[in-house]
């Protein structure tokens, strides 16, 4: 994550020389030359890095890397999306919140929602934790939600893919059954791809066994967002 944020701000810091430098740019008063550098700095920015992280798999934080709109609609987006991070930390503090761009990405692992060995049914446990996401989501309607499954590495991979996305369509279900709106949701499997700890412990493999969340902007937010700004 270290050389993510490196590479990140070292990007950003060309793109903006770059940018600033443009004649069209230099004519246009400050408000509009922070815009246009937000907008097109941020696009390139996150279609680098949401076309790179995660092993080209595009997992969650690719996922909201890759969303990134830039500019003042993006600042509207992103201080909405602060809002929704704190309140997923104060509501579930077992889980990793990342706020990344104008998005959130959310891993819940052993201490929110995990899963047995070879198994993609919901603890008693991992359902108590996300009926605590629904009451932020319902809150925050005007979002949309990536939700990735992940295996450990025991296992044939076409058969953990499978596995991986049963997982996440069970937390998704739930979500649902919640009375969520099932279209905010789409579902990915991922199989054992991208482990966040070593494969080679038992406590290393339940940490992969894992969901994680890619929380984005809809449609209904970006016009609020493009409106609320006079853009």
């Known amino acids: 994550m270290k050389n993510i944020k490196i590479y990140l701000l070292t990007s950003a810091f060309f793109l903006i020389t770059i940018l600033s430098s443009c004649e069209a740019i230099k004519n246009t008063n400050k408000t509009q030359r922070g815009t246009t ?7 390139i920015i996150g279609g680098i890095l949401g076309n790179n992280i ?84 319902k809150e925050y309607s005007d979002t949309d939600i990536k939700i990735y499954g992940f295996t450990d590495s025991k296992g044939a991979d076409s058969y953990n893919l499978n596995l991986s996305k049963q997982r996440a369509t069970a937390v998704k279900d739930y979500l649902a059954n919640s009375g969520l709106n099932v279209s905010r949701f789409s579902v990915v499997g ?3 791809a ?24 809809n449609e209904t937010m970006i016009n609020d967002a493009k409106k609320e700004t006079g853009n």
């Open 37 to 43: 550098i937000g907008t097109v700095g941020g696009g």
């Open 54 to 137: 995660g092993n080209g798999k595009n997992g969650a934080l690719g996922a909201v890397l890759g969303a990134v709109i830039g500019g003042t609609v993006g600042g509207v987006i992103g201080n909405k999306m602060d809002k929704q991070a704190r309140e997923i930390e104060t509501v579930l503090p077992g889980a990793q919140v990342e706020r990344v761009g104008e998005g959130i990405r959310l891993v819940l692992g052993e201490n929110a929602v995990n899963f047995d060995f070879n198994k993609s049914t919901l603890t008693s446990d991992a359902k108590r934790n996300l009926d605590k996401l629904v009451i932020v989501f």
């Open 190 to 192: 991922m199989g054992e």
């Open 194 to 217: 991208e482990p966040i700890a070593t494969n080679e412990t038992d406590e290393g493999r339940s940490l992969n066994r894992r969901v994680e969340f890619a929380i984005l902007a």
